[in-house]
């Protein structure tokens, strides 16, 4: 039974098209079986325990949030569908790493092997699509919430099983991780060359920014972890080549940044540009607003769309997108999560979130699996800052605790081990 609910969980961090009903609220098939997770454990081990820092910062915004309740700058559902997510998700992704004893590479070994299988399923749809079978590429007659997303150069943009292909990215963002230094330090680790070669060609093939942005994080981050000559000059011709091959072959790309960039010097107006940059620009806007009028802790959880809706009004801003395009500005998740803490949580919020980022992520090679689960889950927290605002979408707090463990665990094999050196000496 651990075995199956380690599966199910896992899924959910592919399982954002998967959804039973979108009102009052968005109800994912995944939340059944966090739901039956956390049945199962209590019934069977009636032991909840949970991380108190956890449950204080939840405390603290909750707190917050209500004030601002109380204040009119949020309302009581939106404050309470947050708080109710994150507290019932991080509990049952903290439970499901306590019940496997703590085993981070058992864990990802699984999310690994689902990854490899949408992948493949990635793959298979761009074929799909290039011979002409219809029912292999468009997964609209099976996944609720899944869009087609082609390119201008007759391509299709690899989304699998997700709604969208930046999604897609963002959920491979740790298995794009390992499959690079797999290929790079000549060595199986958790994958093999092949199906790391497999896992990169099919987030290539999203042609999505968030996708470009995480194999350059990547390379990065295995530079200073290899810190050989090489690969830093692989990193230096592979970093300009990968953005001019972006910029020059990607409209889509070329068009955001062109457009991003005529928005920042005021040569466009948000309204006259395409819909990517334009909830980037509302959203950054609505964020510094919200940041501005409440610096400390911001307007409270889940009070974005509430602040997107007082600084930003649809009437006359939307121009020629029409009110139709309205829900495609990411007011509900801010576009990226940096914006979206800066808007809701203020400083005491972006402060936690990336001291948590930066304090547990892994340098030294002592371990090297357990590192590589650090890196790797790092890379996805990088570009989740960057573009998507969710805070317990597609299972989020699995990555969260994982890391977090991942850690711990390194930590305290190193005092073991420095307390043996101690005793022999």
């Known amino acids: 039974m651990i075995n199956l609910f380690n599966y199910l969980l896992i899924f959910n961090v592919f399982a954002g098209g998967f959804i039973l009903f979108s009102s009052p609220f968005e109800f994912y098939v995944g939340y059944i079986f966090i739901i039956f997770f956390l049945v199962m454990y209590l019934l069977r081990y009636r032991d909840i325990s949970i991380n108190s820092n956890f449950l204080l910062i939840l405390t603290l915004l909750t707190i917050s949030s209500l004030a601002n309740v109380c204040l009119g700058n949020d309302t009581f559902f939106l404050m309470a569908k947050q708080v109710l997510g994150i507290l019932i998700t991080g509990f049952a992704y903290y439970l499901l790493i306590k019940i496997n004893k703590y085993d981070v590479n058992k864990l990802f070994k699984i999310y690994l092997r689902i990854a490899l299988i949408v992948a493949i399923i990635g793959i298979f749809q761009e074929f799909s699509f290039l011979v002409g079978f219809k029912a292999g590429y468009d997964y609209s007659y099976l996944i609720p919430k899944w869009w087609l997303a082609k390119t201008t ?12 292909p930046s999604h897609f990215a963002f959920a491979m963002a740790p298995a794009l991780f390992v499959s690079l230094i797999t290929i790079s330090k000549n060595n199986s680790f958790y994958l093999s060359k092949k199906t790391s070669i497999l896992l990169i060609i099919s987030v290539i093939l999203t042609f999505s920014a968030v996708a470009y942005i995480a194999i350059l994080i990547s390379l990065f981050l295995i530079y200073f972890k290899v810190k050989k000559p090489r690969y830093l000059l692989l990193a230096v011709i592979l970093i300009p080549v990968c953005i001019y091959t972006a910029y020059r072959y990607v409209p889509d790309i070329r068009m955001r940044f062109d457009d991003t960039l005529r928005v920042a ?56 997108f029409g009110q139709e395009y309205a829900p495609i500005v990411n007011k509900e998740d801010a576009n990226s999560l940096f914006l979206r803490l800066a808007s809701e ?63 711990k665990i390194h930590n305290s094999k190193i005092r073991k081990s420095k307390n043996q050196e101690h005793i022999h000496a």
């Open 345 to 407: 949580t203020g400083l005491f919020g972006m402060i936690v979130v990336l001291c948590f980022v930066f304090k547990f992520r892994l340098k030294n090679r002592g371990n090297e699996n357990i590192s590589i689960i650090s890196n790797a889950i790092f890379t996805m927290f990088m570009i989740q800052l960057l573009r998507q605002g969710h805070y317990f979408y597609n299972g989020l707090f699995f990555f969260v605790w994982l890391y977090y463990f991942a850690y």
């Open 153 to 164: 150069f007759g391509m299709l943009r690899v989304n699998s099983i997700f709604m969208e």
């Open 265 to 320: 010097t005021g040569a466009k107006q948000p309204g006259e540009v395409n819909l990517s940059t334009y909830a980037l620009a509302s959203n950054a806007l609505v964020a510094y607003k919200s940041f501005v009028s409440n610096p400390l802790f911001g307007r409270g959880l889940g009070s974005h769309p509430v602040s997107y809706d007082k600084e930003f009004p649809y009437s006359g801003i939307l121009g020629g």
